[in-house]
């Protein structure tokens, strides 16, 4: 089992930036890859961005595309999603996921563990 705990729960104004975190633990090795989706009430998740373990690639969302950034620290086991330029669409809760073979699921189906979601306001 993977355990994935999400930080970074925050409200900011329209522009501004915010920092989610993800922490891995347990069997972390069982994956290749971990990804950021968010859901808003109502809606479908949505995809926003992935990254491999090994070598660090990366994949947005075009919504998401020059305004976000994900990395990791392999050594930490730790994921973080970097959001600037933030707009009001990008309101929802955000989950971190980590998976195997997972490279071109953006439904999110090919994802083994999810973490709890944490949530994002951005207020206009």
């Known amino acids: 089992q993977v355990q994935l705990v999400e930080s970074g729960v925050g409200l900011v104004q329209t522009g501004g930036s915010l920092r989610l975190s993800c922490a891995a633990s347990g069997r972390t090795f069982s994956t290749s890859a971990m990804g950021w989706f968010r859901q808003v009430p109502g809606k479908e998740r949505e995809f926003v961005a992935y990254?491999?373990?090994?070598?660090?690639?990366?994949y947005y969302a075009d919504s998401v595309k020059g305004r976000f950034s994900i990395s990791r620290h392999n050594a930490k086991n730790t994921l973080v999603l970097q959001m600037n330029n933030l707009r009001p669409e990008d309101t929802a809760v955000y989950y971190c996921?980590?998976?195997?073979?997972?490279?071109?699921?953006?439904?999110?189906?090919?994802?083994?563990?999810w973490g709890q979601g944490t949530q994002v306001t951005v207020s206009s």
């Open positions: 990254i491999t373990w090994r070598t660090g690639s990366t």
């Open positions: 996921a980590a998976g195997d073979r997972v490279f071109g699921d953006t439904s999110g189906s090919r994802y083994s563990y």
